[in-house]
């Protein structure tokens, strides 16, 4: 194990945003991250934990260790009739084991095709996309404890997953690290059709009988007419999460603003889409220098090359207060601010 000094995280980000790590060590195995671990040296440290990091906002150099996660290996731990189940190392990149997935035609993943990111991450915020959330496919998720060094493991209950939440984004953040991820998926498949754009999109490809591989293929083709790509141009997905209010305020908001479309959630609040609030304040496609809200959706900030960011979140903080002012809705991050 390498472990280098002021090293520069540009690379390790989708942002593309400049920052150093004071230290920065990748880990390919389980012994190497306890054997770092228990470094005397880096015990009193900051660590941060770092997967693909597509979901991270850099706004500072960072002053303590930096640890990629690189374990690799797909296993499969049990085969029924009706289920396959995968125990999948943390440093594994999601959309390859999405393609694993498909082409050995394990099922119920497909929606989640492209995402930037590793598995190690999938958890934490609880990835979703055109109707399926990742918790419904995570049998478990093994961990290891950084102050005992000591490995567990949490069910699917235990995680305590919601919209974009889980125990890892709560009571255990800055505690554990994900090791690997072990997933339940199908032989025989449900396809999640009801997003209304994978429909359109199967229809205008003219399949009629559609599987999990043309579904990916359908998820694919919309994500990349509406999601800048990473590699073209730095973001990190949604920037902020879709806010939620009760029906009093949905009711008056909609009374005000009769276009507002909303998707009702089991709980009797309604969901509503930030993207369309924000082009409603009409930052689609505004730029302030290298920081920048995309052309085709709203929800995603960009660097267009040198942004910092600081840059990228005071053009967040901008959008927030217009939306509260507008709307009286406070958004909330998505991105995890470092
Ligand atoms: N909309 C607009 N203007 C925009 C963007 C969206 O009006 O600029 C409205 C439209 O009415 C559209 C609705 O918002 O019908 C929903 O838009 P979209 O289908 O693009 O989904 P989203 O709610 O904006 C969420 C996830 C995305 C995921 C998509 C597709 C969150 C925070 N984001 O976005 O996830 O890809 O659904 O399922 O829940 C991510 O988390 O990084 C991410 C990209």
């Known amino acids: ?7 520069s995280l540009k690379p390790f980000n989708t942002f593309g945003i400049e ?3 004071r230290y920065f060590a990748e880990m390919q195995s389980v012994s190497d991250i306890q054997i770092f671990l228990n470094t ?3 015990k009193r ?3 941060l934990i770092l997967g693909g990091g597509s979901n991270i906002l850099f706004t500072k150099d960072f002053e303590g260790a930096v640890i990629k996660i690189n374990t690799k290996g797909i296993l499969k731990i049990k085969e029924t009739t009706d289920n396959v189940f995968l125990n999948v190392q943390a440093g594994e990149i999601w959309d390859d084991f999405v393609n694993y997935c498909l082409e050995n035609n394990y099922g119920g993943l497909e929606n989640l095709s492209l995402i930037p990111g590793n598995v190690g991450s999938c958890p934490i915020q609880n990835i979703g996309a055109y109707g399926v959330e990742v918790k419904d496919y995570i049998e478990s998720v093994e961990l290891l404890d950084m102050q005992t060094l000591q490995m567990s493991e949490l069910n699917n209950k235990e995680c305590r997953f919601g919209y974009r939440d889980s125990i890892f984004k709560q009571e255990l953040k800055g ?3 994900i090791l690997s991820v072990t997933f339940k998926l199908t032989k025989n498949h449900t396809l999640h059709l009801e997003y209304g754009a994978i429909l359109e999109e199967l229809k205008k490809n003219e399949i009629k009988i559609p599987t999990i591989q043309t579904v990916a293929q359908a998820v694919c083709n919309i994500r990349r007419c509406k999601l800048p790509d990473p590699k073209e141009i730095g973001n990190a ?8 209010v009760n029906e009093n305020i949905f009711t008056k908001l909609k009374s005000k603003f009769p276009n507002i479309s909303s998707y009702s959630q ?4 309604f969901k509503l889409p930030a993207g369309w609030l924000i082009e409603q304040c009409e930052f689609k496609g505004y730029r302030e220098g290298d920081a920048g ?5 709203a929800l995603v900030l960009v660097n267009y090359d040198n942004a910092t960011g600081e840059d990228i979140l005071n053009l967040a903080n901008k959008i927030q207060k217009s939306v509260a002012v507008k709307f009286g809705i406070n958004l909330e991050l998505e991105v995890n601010v470092v």
């Open 175 to 177: 505690k554990v690290i």
């Open 237 to 244: 997905g949604s920037t902020f999460k879709n806010p939620s």
């Open 1 to 7: 194990m390498i472990i280098v000094e002021n090293f």
């Open 293 to 297: 809200v995309h052309k085709n959706q």
């Open 266 to 269: 089991p709980d009797g609040t």
């Open 40 to 42: 005397q040296y880096h």
């Open 19 to 21: 920052a150093e790590a």
């Open 45 to 47: 440290k900051p660590k």
